[in-house]
């Protein structure tokens, strides 16, 4: 299976902040077929899970700019930028690559 | 607007059977795919199968044995059965759409295996 390693595991910040966190993966998560299938997921308090960003930069619907993913191969960042209240909770990387699809361990966002 | 809704007993006994309901509404199942994804305590999570529109299953060869994905396309419900489980089974069970991207999740259903 495809380690998924996520740093750090947890982050303290001001509101306004900036923050990055870094998942990387035992294996390139390019596809055959050409496209990197690593998305970002956050789990809000008392929430399922919801998708941020899909192959490596693309944001999905309704998600801020304040959102941005970047990286290729095995290492990639999420960065969020003048962070809110509601940005707090705890980023999944996961990626969709090779089965059986893996998630990162979660990186926890506290307010400093 | 695409919705998901887990269903199912919150206690199962050791040795027993999981079985979880997700009812789709606003999307028909008999288009994409559709999963199961379970977050055990501590936040690990882990992919266990999905179904695709046309009914084939994929599952993690970790719990191959032991599990099932099944549909019912009249209803919009796909199912999860999970066999012989052991308290290692406690977690909070998610249903799905997409696998290489999971764009939609359901609240989840908080699972627990003890005799």
């Known amino acids: 299976d495809v380690v998924m390693t996520q740093t750090p595991v947890s982050l303290s910040v001001s509101l306004g902040g900036q923050v990055s966190i870094s998942c990387r993966s035992s294996q390139s998560l390019v596809h055959n077929n050409g496209n990197t299938y690593l998305s970002w997921y956050l789990q809000k308090p008392g929430q399922s899970p919801q998708l941020l960003i899909y192959?490596?930069?693309n944001r999905f619907s309704g998600i801020s700019d304040r959102f941005s993913g970047s990286g290729s191969g095995t290492d990639f960042t999420l960065k969020i930028s003048r962070v809110e209240p509601d940005d707090l909770g705890v980023y999944y990387c996961g990626q969709g690559t090779q089965y059986p699809y893996t998630f990162g361990a979660g990186t926890k966002l506290e307010l400093k | 607007e695409v919705q998901l809704q887990e269903s199912g007993p919150g206690l199962v006994k050791p040795s027993q059977s999981l079985s979880l309901t997700c009812s789709v509404t606003?999307?028909?199942?008999?288009?994409?795919?559709w999963g199961w994804i379970r977050k055990f305590p501590g936040n690990k999570m882990e992919w266990m199968g999905y179904i695709s529109y046309s009914g084939s299953t994929s599952y993690n060869p970790s719990l191959k044995s032991r599990i099932s994905i099944t549909r019912d396309t009249s209803k919009n419900q796909f199912f999860l059965q999970l066999n012989s489980v052991t308290t290692e089974d406690t977690a909070t069970y998610y249903c799905a759409r997409g696998t290489t991207t999971v764009t939609n999740w359901g609240q989840g259903v908080m699972v627990t295996v003890s005799s």
């Open positions: 606003g999307y028909s199942i008999t288009s994409n795919y």
């Open positions: 192959k490596v930069s």
